[in-house]
């Protein structure tokens, strides 16, 4: 009866293990696999290979075997046509050369017997992109391209001379401190008529430090970049914010109060606050406050927030001695003897005066 009753308990565990089966180890081996997965995808992103879209502005260069009447230079006009000759109105705004190769060779086989087409761009349509979010000046810009190439390959066009994403954050003025270089948003217009776009999520942080070119794509024509808001203190990241050319050049902000120099400077930019009053010459030790120092600061949605710090030379770069923006007010303040050695005296200037003339009519007399 025993032996039974123990070969059923170990049926009915075969049972519960084949229907629930368990396994930590390769739990965790699915999850970091998926993991990888994940991360493969994101390396796998490649902008570089999108084809050029082509749209009212572009300059070509057609060539037709077997006939000059329809080569030459072409513009394309503002409702995305070209009048070729054999072939009438050809409307090429949001194809690809490629594509724009194919519509003309069938437009062309009304007139000619298995047309050949060789089409290049001889100068690009000025290039309009959008960075938003957490740059410097966010707005449109446009972006100039130099010594572009372009021919039909295997993969649909080369092209060469495109401006990249960094010159476009470059050209917003850099990135603001809060900014998340790990997943920055570039949506992009598809080739066709239908309004679609794509968006790919690039990792700035993979570029700076190791180099991962597909990071920094070519842009094309209504390109837009966002750069979102990071939720890690700044301070806590230094790494990636300063030491890299995303960041403005310099920033202009103002010292005040209690320091041998006090006025307007130009300093580089992610200057922490107590390099700031260093450099107007460092607080007066007889008169400044080394614990009581006021850093003004108009945000970018228009308001203004006041924090006091307190001077510690030992302390480097973090929420004690945080990094200064650029239109950032430091007042260092008066101790509590230049305070009242100050209202004495504010009060024995006119006394004296007093007394001056008093001993002026004394003298009359």
């Known amino acids: 009866m025993n032996k039974f009753l123990r070969k059923l308990f170990f ?70 046509t070209i009048n070729i000759p054999l072939a009438g109105d050809v409307s090429l705004k949001g194809k690809t050369i490629k594509e724009a190769n194919s519509e003309i060779k069938q437009r062309l086989k009304k007139q000619l017997i298995e047309p050949e087409v060789s089409i290049q761009i001889i100068k690009p349509r000025p290039m309009t992109v959008f960075v938003l979010g957490e740059v410097d000046r966010p707005g449109i810009y446009t972006l100039n391209i130099s010594g572009i190439t372009s021919g039909i390959d295997s993969s649909g066009s080369s092209i060469s001379g495109m401006p990249t994403l960094i010159k476009a954050i470059q050209k917003a003025g850099g990135i603001t401190q809060s900014a998340n270089l790990k997943e920055v948003e570039l949506t992009r217009l598809l080739p066709g008529n239908k309004n679609e776009y794509k968006t790919s999520k690039l990792n700035l942080i993979n570029l700076i430090f190791k180099g991962a070119r597909n990071n920094n794509p070519f842009l094309f024509d209504g390109d837009i970049i966002k750069l979102k808001k990071s939720t890690v203190d700044p301070t806590k990241r230094i790494e990636t914010i300063t030491y890299n050319n995303l960041s403005p050049n310099q920033i202009k902000i103002s010292v005040i109060g209690e320091v041998l120099n006090p006025g307007r400077l130009q300093l580089d930019s992610n200057t922490p606050l107590l390099q700031s009053i260093l450099e107007a010459g460092g607080p007066i030790n ?47 303040r008066r101790n509590l003897i230049t305070k009242a050695s100050d209202s004495l005296d504010s009060i024995a200037r006119p006394l004296s005066s007093v007394v001056t003339v008093y001993s002026l009519f004394k003298i009359i007399d």
Do not use: C, M, W
């Open 11 to 80: 049926l009915k565990l075969g049972l519960i293990t084949t229907i629930l089966p368990f396994n930590p180890i390769q739990n965790l081996h699915s999850e970091t696999l998926n993991k990888s997965v994940e991360d493969n995808i994101n390396e796998k992103i490649n902008l570089q290979e999108d084809p050029y879209i082509l749209g009212p502005g572009d300059e070509l260069r057609l060539a037709v075997l077997d006939s000059d009447i329809s080569s030459g230079a072409y513009t394309i006009l503002n409702d995305g």
């Open 286 to 332: 007889s008169r400044s406050s080394k614990t009581n120092v006021d850093l003004f600061r108009v945000n970018r949605d228009g308001t203004a927030s006041h924090k006091k710090f307190k001077l510690d030379f030992k302390s480097g770069i973090s929420p004690s001695n945080p990094l200064l923006k650029n239109g950032d007010v430091v007042r260092v």
